[in-house]
């Protein structure tokens, strides 16, 4: 059954899913170093550990830092002009 794209945000929306290192760097079309050093700068979720050399992050912290972008280059939007 192929849902499509509509559907798998949805269901993304509803679940929290834990992402590797490649699926945020894909998510927010952010470098490796960049991550690191937002994180460092408390302006990036820091990864959680799932394992003992493994370390990956919630998809609704990347979703979060998705928003706050968006809405930070779109003031005129959410404010009603």
Not at 17 to 45: C, H, M, N, W
Not at 49 to 70: C, E, F, M, N, Q
Request: one cysteine or more; hydrophobic letters at 40%; aromatic letters at 8%.
């Amino acid at each position: 059954m192929n849902c499509g794209k509509p559907f798998e945000r949805l269901l993304e929306m509803t679940h929290q899913f834990i992402l590797r290192l490649p699926q945020v760097k894909e998510r927010t079309g952010l470098s490796r170093s960049t991550l690191y050093s937002l994180i460092k700068d408390g302006k990036f979720a820091a990864p959680i550990p799932i394992g003992a050399r493994a370390v990956g992050w919630l998809s609704s912290d990347i979703d979060t830092w998705i928003d706050a972008r968006v809405k930070a280059s779109r003031p005129s939007v959410l404010r009603g002009v």
